[in-house]
């Protein structure tokens, strides 16, 4: 790393150049300091110091090898988005997607909520979480109540399938840790097989029920 210091001297005030030396030879592997460019005020370059701290200087550092004692680290990739109003005429035996029409965060605008999709930005390791809610009352005994996510429209990553014991509400809840290339797209889906249309469930707008959540793990 190769840090510069200039030095400024002020009418009135007198630093001699032993007083300099004495200052800068007490970093690591300082060169010498010339007499001619302290008289002259010219900038110092040290091109051998493996680490210096000067107040009032911020400068970009690279981290290899460095330890970093409680970094603030915050990734743009993320996501979440849910259902603010149920979807009514939810159709018996089909994988039917889920239109999540409330965004909840996304800093990198990767959630298409028109299109009900989350567009992977940058290729690396993701977690997806996601649920479907059901609604109290409409349970028909041992019929299934699915949550599924899918890549791309085709390739499922996640799925969780709760058989219904009566007409109490469920919210199956799936997640998986996977890989993603950039372009890709995820989706929630819903599947149901209770012989009627049904209603999937938004809580009223509260965003526990139905919802889909994805955050980049690692690149």
């Not at 743009?76 to 603010?84: H, K, N, Q, V």
């Not at 018996?92 to 299109?115: M, Q, R």
């Not at 041992?142 to 007409?167: C, D, H, M, P, Q």
Request: some cysteine.
């Amino acid at each position: 790393m190769v840090v510069t210091r200039t030095t400024t001297f002020v009418d009135g005030n007198t630093l001699t150049a032993s007083q300099l030396n004495g200052e800068f030879n007490n970093l690591l592997n300082a060169p010498a300091i010339v007499n001619a460019d302290i008289a002259s005020g010219a900038g110092i370059v040290f091109s051998k110091l493996d680490s210096v701290t000067v107040a009032g200087v911020t400068a970009t550092q690279t981290l290899t090898n460095k330890t970093l004692t409680n970094p603030n680290v915050t990734s743009l990739y993320r996501a979440r988005a849910y259902l603010g109003a149920d979807i009514t005429g939810f159709a018996n035996n089909a994988h039917t997607k889920v239109a999540l029409d409330t965004i909840d965060y996304d800093p990198n605008s990767n959630f298409n909520a028109g299109g009900n999709r989350w567009t992977c930005p940058i290729t690396g390791i993701y977690l997806i979480k996601a649920s479907v809610g059901s609604k109290d009352g409409e349970g028909v005994s041992g019929t299934r109540f699915v949550s599924e996510v899918y890549k791309n429209g085709s390739t499922r990553l996640a799925i969780s399938v709760v058989y219904l014991g009566g007409v109490n509400g469920v919210v199956p809840t799936c997640g998986a840790i996977v890989s993603l290339t950039a372009t890709d797209y995820i989706e929630l889906f819903a599947f149901q097989d209770s012989g009627a249309t049904k209603t999937i469930f938004s809580g009223g707008g509260n965003s526990a029920y139905t919802w889909l959540a994805i955050h980049l793990l690692s690149q």
